[in-house]
């Protein structure tokens, strides 16, 4: 079946540097999504990828989606503490008419103040 | 409020005990879907639900039973033939299945 690679798996930053992580795959996406999730909480949609080559920025978030369509980068630009958190990556394939979701395996961000 | 809505927020079952956790929507969203979160691990999809009356089997659906009898609601049972059953367990809805899937707040599962 298909499998991310999401990395890094895990990042120390300071305050105010910039973040950058991945997700590839030897699958072909038709889009991209990245999420962020909270200790205890449900993730949160930060970013939808539609387009192959497609580059969208939500704030200080920016993320593309891979021109092969098998890979996406998020950039956070300029962290502050309460980017700290998990991050995934899911790539949506079409199957049996709907739109199913591969996940990867998240990069857990901690960020000193 | 528009949301997704899980109850409860944690869960304590006995061996050999079904339960059942519940997840709400009233964002007018066809399709409906439960994830099971391990520690370290990505999300893994247990079952789906593309419109109401209708759900099929995810990638782990074993132990696991769904109902879609109405639009809002999406419950999941654990049964006792889960043997693994103590995870975070996300329900997630779209407006349809093949549109941006958006997560409910979970509900943590664990065996006593």
């Known amino acids: 079946g298909q499998q991310l690679n999401q990395s890094p798996q895990s990042m120390f930053i300071q305050e105010g540097e910039d973040v950058s992580m991945n997700c590839t795959s030897s699958s072909i996406f038709n889009t991209w999504l990245w999420y962020k999730q909270d200790p205890g909480e449900g993730p949160v949609l930060l970013i939808a990828?539609?387009?192959?080559?497609e580059l969208t920025s939500n704030g200080r978030l920016t993320a593309q989606f891979g021109i092969t369509r098998k890979d996406s980068f998020l950039n956070i630009s300029a962290s502050i503490p309460s980017d700290v958190g998990i991050y995934f990556c899911?790539?949506?394939?079409?199957?049996?008419?709907?739109?199913?979701?591969?996940f990867g395996k998240g990069t857990k961000l901690t960020v000193n103040p | 409020d528009g949301g997704i809505t899980q109850s409860p927020k944690y869960l304590f079952r006995k061996e050999g005990q079904n339960v059942t956790l519940s997840c709400e929507q009233n964002?007018?969203?066809?399709?409906m879907y439960w994830y099971r979160q391990d520690p370290g691990q990505g999300l893994r999809l247990i079952y789906y639900s593309q419109i109401v009356n209708d759900f099929q089997k995810g990638d782990i659906a074993e132990g696991y039973s769904v109902s879609r009898e109405k639009k809002e609601s999406f419950p999941l049972t654990v049964t006792s033939a889960q043997k693994n059953p103590t995870a975070f367990y996300l329900c997630?809805?779209?407006?349809?299945?093949?549109?941006?899937?958006?997560f409910g707040p979970g509900t943590r599962l664990l065996v006593l």
């Open positions: 997630a809805s779209s407006v349809t299945s093949r549109e941006t899937q958006y």
């Open positions: 899911a790539g949506g394939i079409t199957q049996g008419g709907s739109e199913k979701l591969v």
């Open positions: 964002l007018n969203h066809d399709a």
């Open positions: 990828l539609y387009k192959a080559g």
